[in-house]
């Protein structure tokens, strides 16, 4: 059974830092992109950061610098370190493996980012 399972999230002073983790199972993660996605209120889905089977990334602008998206294939892991944040970095943060060679695309159940103060 295919899972990702998202978890780290919480609630932080603007400026703070949160590492947000997700636990992958039931595929061969190494075969895969892997990306985070965030939701705030109201808006609509944007990608945050990309990890492919490379190694290679990529970031959304708004977070370029302050996040770290990595993954550790032997442990199934694949995290997202968020520095200096910000109170609209508030979303639901979901984690997203991509395989276009294989045609298959899978989901988390969302874990909760809220910045305030």
């Known amino acids: 059974q295919v899972q990702l399972v998202e978890s780290g999230g919480g609630l932080v002073l603007p400026g703070g830092s949160l590492r947000l983790s997700c636990a992958a199972s039931?595929?061969?993660?190494?075969?895969?992109?892997m990306r985070w996605y965030r939701q705030a209120p109201g808006k609509e889905r944007e990608l945050v950061a990309v990890?492919?089977?490379?190694?290679?990334?990529n970031y959304a602008d708004s977070v370029q610098g302050r996040f770290t998206i990595s993954r550790d294939n032997a442990k199934n892991m694949v995290d997202l370190r968020m520095n200096s944040l910000k109170p609209e970095d508030t979303a639901v943060y979901y984690c997203?493996?991509?395989?276009?060679?294989?045609?298959?695309?899978?989901w988390g159940q969302g874990t909760q980012v809220t910045v305030s103060s």
């Open positions: 990890i492919r089977s490379s190694g290679t990334t």
């Open positions: 039931g595929f061969t993660l190494s075969d895969y992109t």
């Open positions: 997203n493996a991509l395989s276009l060679r294989v045609g298959a695309t899978y």
